[in-house]
């Protein structure tokens, strides 16, 4: 049987407040996703959704407890391993696009790849693929001020899964759209996904967008429940 | 994607300041090539010139640095006379190859006129050794009592004689023209040393000088008595059925090549002529004792110095040692050894001049890494999207230095072009304004700004760097944290 693409044990991040304590921010007792599974976590603000994908994704470490990606363990490791890791297995969208200014739209397709190892010359005709895929095919030379942000966000989605990662972590990818742009990003999202048989992983609290999703975990300050 | 390429994209999304950083370094860069090719023309300029003789002969009572300035530079005076017999005896000298008369002491629009042979051509070479009489515009001036003048290129430009032109020259830097007028029959090609500003004249014609205030006119009229004298001796030798003279007039002289027929038919300075000179005590040419400045017979007044090719290099000391034995009031100065010696009393002004240039330089650097690191700042953002999509540390590092390398290499060959262009727009005006030949052109000293600078980027660029590297990530990836 197959590595799950995302297993969470007992993840606990806690930060260290202004009068010198500590405030837990995610504790997360099970989460398992497996390869191709689509799933939603609700959460309200505060909650720490974004914390959860960061540590999920090695961005910030764990305190405590066990998080594997594609079977390889993303805690205990060391800051440039972690950044190995996510640039191997992970594709990241971000809620407010995270596209680089000075650089095209494919540019910002490409950079998606440019940290995983062994892509080879491959990348530049991935992004290629993966901007059509979205329909910008004949926006490769805009940069990011050039874009509509329904655009930008399509760039966004192309950079996440053009290297066909392994888990695909999105916050709240629609909130800075409107309704009917929200809509047609998530159809995008989700076809792109089903297509490229990655785990998606969204967090949000647009109960309109969760609805979308066939299991929804909800996170709760300090602890989530199934 | 590679990081170059993200590197020069986050160089080009700052286009401004990163056009200011690289003038500035290209601007340090341009100034030291300039500064350098100018030194290096320079010294260059003197060394080629010192090349030209393996020795100079020249009075005691001045400074060997003296003698050479003087003879080979045309720089101040000679410090006194030689006797003639100095030359005759250079001349017979088995260990000389040629020896070069000079006789100087007069001007020309502040220009030295050289009384000298036709040798001098020969002796002295520009920066490619190729010999000041090659390649001359005209013809250099035939020896003898002939009133021709070959003159350097930065003194026609100056002067603006050209071939054919006539002259009138000055005693020393003063306004009364002798009455001598000579005819320009070449302009000397530009070679870059001290040639380019002198005029020379054949030493015949030099001791014929010194008519003060006496004018053309006394000059016609001493060469209608000079040709009825020749006409005279040519008739009676005709008689007596000799044809003493025919050599000469061969090459269109009406007058003998040979010393002693210089003097007697080609010499204008006779006891009763009034031309006085204190050295010979009987008449009234006002010529201080010691200024070198010849004009008399060349066995009266002698002259400045004494140019000496040697057929071997190799025998230079000894031929100086001879000389410090041998010649009395002559002494034989090395003008390598002195050119030499001179720079190294102002080269310590040439390094100061190369440190402020460096000094710049770095100015420009510290100013580079000041601008990278404030610029990190407000790509705390930037960096941390980088990181976000699979950047490690390193590869947020190495971008940060490939950046102050771009900037520096930009900088570099900027400043390269900047500097070699400046140098082949002023070469030419150096040239003839200055007699300084600057040699225009890459060398192996722009590779090693460039690997200078390629270090210099790696240093300033180490600091942003590492503020890049400590970024975090996660603070840093929501525009409103």
Known sequence: MPEPALRVRDLRKSFRDPEGGTFVAVELPSLDIDRGEVVGLRGESGSGKTTLLHVISGILPADSGRVEVAGESMTGRSETARDALRARHIGYLFQTFNLLPGLTALENVQLGMTFRPRMGAAPRQAAIDALARVGLADRHGYKPSQLSVGQQQRVAIARALAGHPTLVLADEPTSSLDEARAEQCLDLLLEFVRESQAALLVVSHDERLLARFARVETLRAAEVTA | ?481
């Open chain 2, 1 to 481: 994607m590679s990081r170059l390429r993200l590197a020069w994209r986050s160089l080009t999304q700052r286009r401004l300041s990163s056009a200011l950083t690289i003038l500035s370094i290209g601007l340090g860069v341009a100034l030291t090539i300039a500064i350098m090719a100018l030194r290096a023309g320079a010294e260059g300029s003197y060394h080629n010139t010192a090349r030209g003789y393996d020795a100079i002969l020249g009075p005691t009572h001045g400074s060997p640095l003296q003698i050479v300035l003087n003879t080979m530079f045309h720089v101040g005076d000679a410090g006194g006379t030689i006797p003639w017999q100095a030359y005759e005896d250079a001349k017979a000298d088995g260990q000389v190859k040629y020896a070069v008369p000079y006789a100087v002491g007069d001007m020309f629009h502040g220009h030295h006129v050289v009384g000298t042979s036709s040798l001098i051509f020969k002796a002295l070479e520009d920066g490619d050794a190729v010999p000041l009489g090659e390649e001359v515009r005209g013809r250099i001036f035939t020896d003898g009592l002939n009133w021709e003048a070959v003159v350097g290129s930065m003194c026609a430009a100056r002067t603006g004689l050209v071939r054919g032109s006539t002259f009138r020259v000055t005693h020393g830097v003063g306004t009364a023209e002798h009455g001598e007028t000579w005819t320009v029959v070449g302009i000397l090609r530009p070679t870059g040393t001290p040639a380019d500003r002198a005029i020379f004249i054949p030493i015949e014609t030099f001791y014929e000088i010194g008519d003060h205030g006496k004018g053309a006119d006394y000059q016609a009229e001493r060469r209608k008595e000079r040709e009825a004298e020749r006409e005279k001796a040519a008739a009676e030798a005709a008689a007596k059925g000799k044809g003493k003279n025919d050599g000469s007039a061969g090459h269109g002289h009406a007058h003998a090549d040979n010393d002693d027929e210089q003097d007697d038919n080609g010499h204008a300075h006779d006891d009763d002529e009034g031309h006085a000179h204190e050295e010979g005590g009987e008449e009234g040419h006002a010529h201080e004792e010691g200024d070198g400045h010849v004009h008399g017979t060349k066995e009266e007044l002698g002259l400045s110095a004494v140019g000496i090719r040697l057929k071997s290099p190799i025998l230079r000391l000894r031929f100086v040692a001879d000389m410090r034995s041998d010649r009395g009031p002559v002494q034989a100065v090395i003008p390598q050894d002195q050119v030499r010696e001179l720079f190294d009393i102002i080269s310590p002004l040439g390094k100061l001049l190369t440190w402020i240039v460096i000094m710049m330089v770095i100015v420009a650097g510290i100013g580079t890494m000041v601008g990278l690191y404030n610029t990190i700042h407000g790509r705390r953002r930037e960096i941390a999207i980088l990181r976000a999509v699979g950047a490690k540390p390193l590869d947020v590092f190495v971008i940060i230095i490939t950046e102050a390398l771009l900037l520096c290499m930009l900088g570099g060959v900027f400043g390269l072009l900047l500097g070699h262009a400046t140098v082949i727009l002023i070469a030419p005006f150096l040239l003839t304004q200055a007699g300084v030949f600057l040699s225009a052109g890459f060398s192996a000293l722009d590779a090693w700004i460039l690997l200078v600078l390629v270090g210099f980027g790696f240093i300033i660029g180490l600091l942003p760097a590492f503020q890049g590297l400590r970024t975090p990530v996660a603070a840093n990836l929501h525009p409103t944290e």
